[in-house]
């Protein structure tokens, strides 16, 4: 059965304040799990979401809860994950609260936000500032600044990174998404984990979930990004014309979950999978839609969730970790300035990156670059001229056609 078969027809929600996202762009048909479903055990819904994380390794997933008596984006001030207990509502509220926070950040003066970066002292936290990664082996420059806060520092797992006051009064709240985050990664590494025909070692220590344990020390992140108008994208592109404000790459953790409100997201379809068509043709097709590139229309009441290349190296192959990219947002969406929020859920600090499924080898510690090491290579590898090929992940995998172990 064709991928977009099984997908439902998404719904057309559009987000206060914000221009719509178009519907003459075609776009990728990511499967739509519900989260409730998947608390409940519902076993169809287990397989649907199996199936997104092999086919292509990403899609939605709806936060709302099912008896529809929370309103998504009922922000309330104050209002944090303990008032509500359904756990994707209270979520999406975090969400909501983050996006003002990180708004109160990046208006800060580029003088006082450089203050916070470290990658001169080795780490990937902290401020990352326009154009200060990089987005090809061109060592063409990014388009948006970041701003990554870890999970450890939140939960005292390590001394507190200096951070400014506008962030560091907000602690809670990242405390109360990380943990949300993170139990939201443990529910799909449960369901993934008696799927995989894991080696007898792994199964018997639980497979996935205690690879990564909120307790362990790990490069859990928060990220914030901000992304200003891009130029409109044109078949003579020139890097310094270039519309693309995060190159294309493979996610190096094992889970990411998404809240982006507009377009600007691309997967590379793997020739198996077609985009849904748009419902309205367009008249120029943009050069940016050429190769597999499709846009991911953001929908309120869901998170994006994608895996990432632990994910693929745990599981050899049998799990997607696809490549994507963000460039201008279609359409009228790229005349405004694009924010998105990110949950990173890696392996812990220790994990060694490689197979524990059959036909992988158990134990041996040997030269097999630990889960540290592997993410502090690639992310710092994007961060100069020249580490582009030193930085590298599954891409080659990640293009090969499903089931390539
Ligand atoms: O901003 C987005 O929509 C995606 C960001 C992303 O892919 C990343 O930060 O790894
Ligand atoms: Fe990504």
């Not at 078969?5 to 221009?19: I, K, M, N, V």
């Not at 990089?134 to 600044?145: A, F, L, P, S, W």
């Not at 993934?192 to 490069?219: C, D, F, I, V």
């Amino acid at each position: 059965m064709p991928h977009s078969d099984r997908a439902q027809s998404p719904p057309q929600g559009a987000f206060p304040g914000l221009p719509p996202f178009p519907d003459d762009v075609p776009t990728a048909p990511l499967l739509r799990i519900s989260l409730d479903k998947l608390l409940d055990h519902d076993p169809e819904e287990e397989e649907r979401c199996w199936q997104a994380c092999c086919d292509l390794g990403f899609f939605y997933l709806d936060l709302r809860a099912s008896n529809g008596a929370d309103s998504v984006g009922d922000i309330t001030e104050n209002k944090s994950s303990e008032d509500g207990n359904h756990p994707g509502e209270a979520l999406l509220r975090d969400a909501d609260q983050l996006f003002q926070v990180m708004n109160g950040f990046f208006d800060l003066d580029v003088k006082e936000k450089v203050k916070y970066d470290f990658a001169d002292q080795g780490s990937y936290f902290g401020y990352k500032g326009y154009g200060e990664g990089i987005v090809d082996k061109e060592g063409t420059r990014d388009r948006n600044e970041f701003y990554n806060i870890s999970k450890d520092d939140i939960l005292n797992l390590t001394p507190a990174l200096p951070s400014p006051e506008v962030l560091t009064t907000h602690r809670p709240l990242y405390a109360s998404y990380i943990n949300l985050s993170h139990t939201l990664c443990t529910t799909l590494l449960t369901l993934l984990t008696p799927r995989l025909p894991l080696t007898p070692t792994a199964k018997q220590s639980g497979g996935l979930p205690p690879l990564h344990a909120l307790s362990s020390p790990s490069g859990d992140q928060i990220r914030f990004v901000r992304a200003p108008p891009q130029p409109p994208p044109t078949t003579t592109t020139t890097s310094q014309s270039s519309p693309i404000a995060l190159g294309e790459h493979t996610d190096f953790g094992s889970i990411t979950i998404l809240f982006n409100r507009l377009g600007g997201l691309q997967v590379r379809l793997p020739p198996s999978i077609s985009p849904v068509p748009p419902s309205t043709p367009s008249t120029s097709p943009s050069p940016l839609c050429q190769d597999g590139w499709t846009y991911v229309r953001p929908l309120p009441g869901h998170c994006i969730v994608n895996l990432g290349d632990a994910l693929s190296i745990l599981s050899s192959g049998i799990l997607r970790s696809n490549i994507h990219r963000v460039v201008a947002p279609p359409g009228r969406q790229g005349e405004v300035t694009r924010w998105s929020l990110v949950y990173f859920c890696r392996p812990g600090d220790g994990v060694r990156m490689r197979g524990i499924v059959e036909g992988e080898e158990d134990g041996g510690e040997g030269e097999v670059e630990t889960a540290k090491e592997w993410i502090i290579r690639r992310a710092l590898g994007r961060r100069r001229v020249g580490g582009w090929e030193d930085s590298g992940g599954t891409e080659g995998r990640s293009m090969r056609e499903k089931g390539g172990r």
